[in-house]
């Protein structure tokens, strides 16, 4: 179980992602590239923000990436990681500003972000344990645009007890003990998650879970 740890971070207490959709779009007819370019920095999205502000600044402002993951990030190679989020999105604002911070110090890795209505094709096509389409979903590019490995919402330790726990605790009790468990691990799942994913592109053993 997740102790309820240090400041919780909650505010809307909605799911960063719709229910399930009839169909998921196939992978293969995602034009991830033509996305990427059409997306935001970092920086710009930060500065548009207008909800959960305190959070995704926060956050950015504290994180900071162990020395380990930024050399295994650079050792993985040039990527590009196409971010599907919005700002109202309490799983995004935990977890895309540490995947910046990364960003900033690994000089061939970058980022750009779309909306969730642009992003739909990718949402569906890479979907959450549970079926659903959501925000966030991280999707590596590799230098010719294709799609080498993708992450879906929320960290996996985090995202296994969750979904283990949805039906059993009261709402309130579940996202406070979720964002607490954000507040706590300050990224550290995050960025390990997605430097495992460079690390098995690198490999050409591409990681997607749920697509």
Same mark, same amino acid.
């Given at each position: 179980m997740l102790a309820p740890a240090g400041l919780v971070l909650a505010g809307v207490l909605a799911l960063c992602g719709p229910a399930p959709a009839p169909a @998921? @779009?196939? @992978?293969?007819?995602v034009p991830y590239a033509t996305l990427y370019d059409a997306g935001t920095p970092f920086g710009v999205f930060?500065?548009? @923000?207008?909800?959960?502000v305190e959070t995704w600044q926060g956050n950015f402002a504290r994180a900071v990436v162990a020395p380990e993951l930024q050399a295994r990030a650079r050792a993985a190679g040039a990527y590009r990681l196409l971010v599907i989020a919005e700002d109202w999105c309490g799983d995004s604002a935990n977890t895309i500003p540490y995947l910046a911070r990364l960003v900033d110090q690994v000089p061939d890795l970058e980022m750009r972000i779309v909306d969730s209505n642009a992003g739909r094709p990718v949402m569906e096509a890479h979907r959450t344990p549970d079926g659903r389409a959501a925000t966030p979903t991280v999707v590596v590019l590799d230098a010719e645009g294709a799609q080498v490995g993708c992450w879906v919402e929320r960290p996996a330790r985090l995202q296994t007890w969750f979904l283990e726990n949805e039906a059993r605790l009261e709402r309130d009790v579940l996202y406070e003990r979720?964002?607490?468990?954000y507040d706590e691990d300050a990224g550290a799942s995050t960025v390990s998650d997605i430097v495992a994913l460079l690390e098995a592109a690198r490999a050409g053993r591409p990681l997607c879970p749920g697509g």
């Amino acid at each position: 179980m997740l102790a309820p740890a240090g400041l919780v971070l909650a505010g809307v207490l909605a799911l960063c992602g719709p229910a399930p959709a009839p169909a @998921a @779009a196939p @992978a293969d007819t995602v034009p991830y590239a033509t996305l990427y370019d059409a997306g935001t920095p970092f920086g710009v999205f930060l500065k548009k @923000a207008d909800q959960r502000v305190e959070t995704w600044q926060g956050n950015f402002a504290r994180a900071v990436v162990a020395p380990e993951l930024q050399a295994r990030a650079r050792a993985a190679g040039a990527y590009r990681l196409l971010v599907i989020a919005e700002d109202w999105c309490g799983d995004s604002a935990n977890t895309i500003p540490y995947l910046a911070r990364l960003v900033d110090q690994v000089p061939d890795l970058e980022m750009r972000i779309v909306d969730s209505n642009a992003g739909r094709p990718v949402m569906e096509a890479h979907r959450t344990p549970d079926g659903r389409a959501a925000t966030p979903t991280v999707v590596v590019l590799d230098a010719e645009g294709a799609q080498v490995g993708c992450w879906v919402e929320r960290p996996a330790r985090l995202q296994t007890w969750f979904l283990e726990n949805e039906a059993r605790l009261e709402r309130d009790v579940l996202y406070e003990r979720k964002y607490a468990w954000y507040d706590e691990d300050a990224g550290a799942s995050t960025v390990s998650d997605i430097v495992a994913l460079l690390e098995a592109a690198r490999a050409g053993r591409p990681l997607c879970p749920g697509g």
